[in-house]
């Protein structure tokens, strides 16, 4: 998360309108909910709200896909900073972490540790990452160790802290499993040969994720139009969820795709407290943090969520549109995700008091 937008990318316009949304009907369960699905995509988005997304003229594809597909409408991101999110998601806790310092390593199980335990493929395709398993901070403008390490470099365009693989000490130590962490240019050559994993984690650079750099070519003029980093992001979720569609493993096995971003974006200025209420907006479980001063702004104390935030469903067993009212987070499509393939629960997925499977059509139950 960083205080100031960012923006400047080289993205054509698209010109697909956005209309109002049509009737709402609620998630049901598929025809053969009984299964599960065989491969689950997730696309990690960053820094934009619900506010931000939904009825954009900027985000005309991201938002068709709202109107056609399946829409959480209650989904919000764990806390604050990103990092904290891409950890919470893979790990199931923040583990007290709001920084996005990238020199943190986490020594905890996670996801996949489960799906190894059952036998299940993964992979994490990263956006600018200049070989797998690679190991450093930022690609390119890798700051060294000392320096300001949580600041994004001029140039980087790839960054560790959206990528919580390599950030947990049993992937990035593991040499067999880090080979698995692989550039983003990996994943058309995957689906082209039909061999895409069973669990694919999808993270966009830091242009086309819609946060953009705090300076170099992905920055944006303070107070200037952030469209071009809206385009962007439209243009990579447009070009991404069309390539698995097209591909003969999303036409031949039971798929879906999960498009969310991390969290929301810092309110411009010193925030009043209704925009303090709606940047820490809570979902189950969120940290309860002490007040105090934190990442620079004062916290009077309290659920620290990460704020409202889109989450899109696109499941080829029910490709029509609904709406799931759930109360849910990061945490939620965790424990939606390990239900699939009855893994078990991590963490706050566990806590089935707050933290409910999302009702995706086709989900086992």
């Not at 937008?5 to 598929?30: D, E, K, M, S, Y």
């Not at 959480?72 to 919470?88: D, E």
């Not at 390490?149 to 919580?164: D, E, F, G, S, V």
């Amino acid at each position: 998360m960083q205080k100031t937008g960012v923006l400047l990318a080289a993205a054509a316009c698209l010109t697909l309108g956005v209309t109002a949304l049509p009737a709402q009907r609620p998630a049901t369960t598929g025809r053969q909910s009984d299964r599960p699905f065989q491969h689950i995509y997730v696309i990690m988005m960053e820094n934009q709200g619900t506010a931000q997304i939904v009825g954009n003229p900027h985000l005309p594809y991201i938002n068709q896909l709202i109107q056609d597909y399946g829409y959480a409408n209650n989904y919000f991101g764990v806390t604050h900073q990103s990092l904290a999110n891409y950890v919470a998601f893979l790990s199931g806790s923040n583990w007290g972490t709001h920084s996005d310092a990238p020199n943190q390593v986490f020594n905890h199980r996670n996801l996949v540790d489960q799906l190894e335990a059952h036998h299940l493929t993964w992979k994490a395709y990263m956006e600018s990452m200049p070989s797998p398993a690679y190991a450093g901070a930022w690609y390119p403008d890798n700051e060294p160790p000392g320096t300001s390490i949580a600041l994004t470099p001029p140039n980087a365009l790839y960054a560790l802290k959206h990528n919580p693989f390599m950030l947990m000490q049993d992937i990035k130590d593991n040499p067999a499993r880090a080979q698995d962490i692989v550039p983003l240019s990996q994943f058309s050559t995957d689906l082209h040969h039909n061999r895409v994993p069973n669990f694919a984690w999808i993270t966009p650079n830091l242009i086309n994720d819609m946060h953009g750099q705090s300076t170099g070519p992905g920055a944006q003029v303070t107070g200037s139009d952030p469209t071009q980093l809206f385009q962007a992001g439209d243009a990579f979720v447009q070009h991404t969820v069309q390539e698995i569609m097209a591909s003969k493993s999303w036409k031949t096995s039971k798929s879906v795709i999960y498009i969310t971003w991390d969290e929301t974006a810092y309110p411009s200025g010193t925030p009043s407290p209704s925009e303090l209420a709606a940047f820490t907006a809570a979902g189950p479980d969120a940290p309860l943090v002490p007040a105090g001063l934190l990442n620079g702004t004062p916290w009077p104390g309290g659920p620290y969520g990460g704020g409202q935030v889109p989450l899109i469903v696109v499941d080829n067993q029910d490709p029509h549109h609904f709406v799931m009212h759930t109360w849910a987070d990061h945490y939620s499509l965790l424990r939606t995700i390990e239900q699939n393939w009855r893994l078990g629960y991590l963490m706050n997925a566990s806590d089935s008091n707050q933290v409910t499977t999302l009702p995706v059509p086709g989900e086992p139950r």
